[in-house]
């Protein structure tokens, strides 16, 4: 499939109708294709993971995992390096995968493959980090240490809209602090998300039976969660499938973190850069057609400013060309599947009849919908209220900067935000009154690095953190050791 210079990678005689645990083999669910959003072509065929493959998998990820640990952190940091230098070398061919697999133009390709490489170094790190602490003892004549000690088995629930940086995400910082790692990509995205991460780290000669690749569907994910073997589950997606991670998780006492949706809102003062916010709203609203956690789903704009911004938003829309991503100037591929793309357009629809106004797209063609204005938007629809994970941007006015933040709290929802003004101390004001894991002034909502502690609150997440030294506590667990003198 993957016509590029370096000749087709992964070379799909390896992969093809297989799951990746102890070597690639014959998995036991049987496969399924995966198909281009853009074209409907047929891409590729993958094993779907059986119940018994993930026991099997959890089993000798297990046994792994022990001689793994004792390995010496820096070892331990030589594989992910190695992996980041195989991605270099595939960049073309991973790139290529991320585009047709996913739907994204290859900027978001080539934006994944940086954020990975990040990843992967940030990760290797940690290895140099310190492992624990001397404690002061509880009685004298005593030493008292406490260290870090990996959770074991991780099992790592990952999503079709960024696949290979949120694998990375997880399983770099999990391998590299001594965990094993089970890894479930998307349905979607199987290929970008779990054959490509497998071949990179056999290519980085990561010992086997540490990573275990394991496609398929929910029946799938229930078995990772449920395994007895996974001490922690690692899991993005959509909030109510994270609350029905987080109840079977609870059951067997595991660690979860869970990433989940977000009601993101861009908060324009009277005295912002309108250009500048529009430029900053479009980008966060139609980046990869608004298919992010942290995409803007609300543009909260002071009424002095309403109608320049907003026309400015309009002008941002209309200039990007939606189309098949792999064709010169398109801005815009298509949604990830019929499922989505109805859904994106029920809300506008059901938001129209309430009152709303479509000022620029609006109708969708299959799953290509273009960047969409709306304005008189109201706090009762859908379009105000629900994550439509789609390009589209309702716009609400607002009187004082209170009010601003009354509004954008407005929602179960508290992953990120953006805050737009000339007078940064007001922003920031502004921005410490919002309810959300993340914000950023004068920028776009849709922010990541590998250094920052990415996560939400509310319904956005279970309060967990993954990125720096936060996956120090993510990864790991405190053990505690006194020693008495002279006994």
């Given amino acids: 499939m993957t016509a590029t210079s370096e000749g087709t990678w992964p070379d799909a005689a390896d992969w093809t109708g297989k799951i990746y645990s102890g070597g690639w083999r014959q998995s036991g669910g049987g496969t399924q294709p995966v198909n281009e959003p853009a074209t409907g072509e047929r891409l590729a065929e993958v094993g779907v993971a059986a119940p018994a493959d993930v026991a099997r998998a959890g089993a000798l990820a297990a046994r792994a995992q022990r001689a793994w640990a004792e390995t010496a952190p820096q070892e331990r940091a030589e594989v992910l390096l190695h992996a980041a230098r195989a991605l270099r070398d595939h960049s073309g061919a991973v790139r290529e995968w991320i585009v047709r697999e996913s739907g994204g133009v290859p900027a978001k390709g080539d934006y994944e493959i940086a954020a990975g490489l990040s990843q992967l170094a940030q990760a290797a790190g940690l290895a140099s980090l310190p492992r624990g602490e001397i404690l002061s003892p509880p009685a004298p004549g005593q030493t008292s ?20 940086l949120f694998a990375m995400r997880a399983l770099a910082p999990a391998l590299v602090l001594g965990n094993a790692v089970l890894l479930k990509p998307d349905p979607h995205t199987p290929v970008s998300g779990g054959v490509v991460v497998a071949r990179l780290f056999e290519e980085a000669g990561l010992p086997e039976g540490l990573l275990h690749v394991l496609p398929g569907g929910p029946g799938t994910g229930a078995a990772v969660v449920a395994d007895p073997h996974v001490a922690m589950v690692v899991f993005t997606g959509s909030t109510e499938a994270g609350r029905a991670v987080a109840r079977a998780a609870g059951d067997g006492l595991k660690r979860v973190a869970l990433e989940l949706g977000g009601k993101n809102s861009i908060v324009v003062l009277d005295d912002a850069d309108i250009d500048a916010a529009a430029a900053a709203g479009a980008m966060s609203s139609f980046g990869y057609q608004g298919q992010a956690c942290v995409a803007a789903g609300r543009h909260l704009v002071h009424a002095d400013i309403v109608e320049p911004y907003t026309e ?17 100037g ?15 357009e029920r809300i506008v629809k059901e938001s129209v009849a309430a009152g709303a106004r479509v000022l620029a797209g609006g109708g969708r063609d299959g799953l290509f ?22 390009p589209v941007a309702p716009v609400v006015a607002f009187r004082t900067d209170a009010e601003a933040v009354e509004i954008a709290n407005d929602t179960a929802y508290g992953l990120t935000a953006a805050v737009h003004s000339r007078s940064v101390p007001r922003a920031a004001v502004v921005a410490e009154q919002l309810r959300t894991g993340m914000v950023h002034l004068n920028d776009v909502s849709a922010k990541d690095a590998a250094n920052a502690p990415f996560g939400g609150m509310g319904a956005s997440g279970n309060g967990s953190r993954i990125g720096g030294t936060a996956n120090l506590e993510q990864f790991t667990q405190w053990r505690w050791m006194t020693v008495t003198e002279g006994v």
């Fill in 330 to 344: 398109v801005a815009l591929g298509p949604v990830i599947s019929e499922r989505q793309a109805a859904n994106i």
């Fill in 369 to 390: 919908y273009p960047p969409t204005v709306l304005d008189h938007v109201e706090r009762t629809m859908p379009a105000f209220t629900e994550e439509i994970f789609g």
């Fill in 145 to 164: 240490y406490a260290w870090r000690v990996p959770l074991g088995v991780v099992g790592v629930i990952n999503p079709w809209n960024a696949p290979l």
């Fill in 312 to 328: 400015a938003l309009i002008g941002q829309a209309t200039a990007l060309r939606v189309g098949d991503p792999r064709e010169e």
